[in-house]
């Protein structure tokens, strides 16, 4: 149990993150209880139950709770959680104004939805860190071929970046009307036109993109959210989480540098001064 624990790598601050990550699901829970108590309603409680329950939630949430706990700091988390909240509310309200989703409450945008983000986020971080020490061993044991597989990081991120930007571009075009939307891309050429490390961007990208996949899934054919085209999920959702989470990514690096003392960088497990 102790070699499990200690290669998940859990601090004080992993038992402190989860707790106020199951408080905030209570408070959830207790101030929209209607939504919750509507939901729990679809469950035939008294014949084959499991068969109805939702494993995929579950299963989500499980992997996010052990993933945020993995190598907490609360000083560094909590600039992600900032960031997090505030970015996603940002988000939810581009696309619940300018009605790209909607939610089947019909708020614009709900309240509670805006704690995934920083959950997610985090979890996100995790998975970058872990991403980041297999690519970063494997390129240490290939050390006469550094400049090659630099610039290979390179060509995959505008490729693929570029091609989420068309991607964007196609799906939003019908909000075009709308300076939100205008203000939207503006900010995710801005990311994508000035990244800082191609590679800890695209592996962002990835992980955000993969773990964005399963949240969309979810939403998308419960109906708790529902896109314009009704795809369930579109591709453009599942990719721009990814965007999202350099967008954070970014974020978190800039509030860093705001506080001029020290920044986290590259996902490593120490404090460097900033340039």
């Known amino acids: 149990m102790s070699k499990a624990l200690s290669a998940l790598r859990w601090t004080r601050s992993s038992y402190y993150l989860l707790s106020a990550f199951v408080l ?35 299963n989500i949430f499980l992997f996010m709770s052990l993933a945020i706990m993995a190598r907490a700091d609360l000083r560094r988390d909590a600039r ?16 619940t104004q300018t009605e790209i989703w909607t939610y089947y409450t019909a708020e614009r945008p709900p309240l509670w939805i805006i704690p995934a983000w920083p959950i997610a986020g985090l979890t996100i971080d995790r998975i970058v860190t872990a991403l ?21 990081w390179k060509i995959a991120y505008w490729t693929v970046l570029l091609a989420y930007f068309a991607v964007l571009i196609d799906y939003v075009a019908p909000t075009f009307d709308k300076s939100f939307t205008w203000i939207a891309v503006a900010l995710v050429a801005f990311f994508i036109l000035t990244p800082i490390d191609e590679r800890l ?3 962002t990208f990835l992980a955000g993109s993969g773990l964005g996949y399963y949240l969309e899934l ?14 369930k999920p579109p591709l453009f959702a599942v990719l721009s989480h990814g965007m999202a989470a350099i967008a954070f990514w970014r974020g978190v690096r800039w509030v860093d540098w705001s506080l001029g003392k020290t920044r986290w960088t590259h996902h490593e497990e120490k404090y460097v001064r900033p340039d």
């Open 24 to 58: 905030t699901l209570g408070l959830i829970g207790y101030v929209w209880w209607p939504l919750a108590e509507e939901y729990l309603a679809l469950i035939p409680w008294d014949r084959d139950w499991w068969r109805y329950f939702d494993w995929l939630l579950v």
């Open 80 to 95: 992600m959680i900032a960031v997090g909240l505030a970015g996603g509310l940002v988000i939810e309200s581009w696309g």
């Open 132 to 152: 980041n020490r297999l690519t970063h061993r494997g390129a240490l044991a290939m050390r006469s071929r550094i400049r090659v597989l630099a610039g290979a």
């Open 201 to 203: 961007a695209l592996l």
């Open 218 to 231: 979810w939403g998308t054919t419960r109906e708790a959210w529902t896109y314009y085209t009704l795809a």
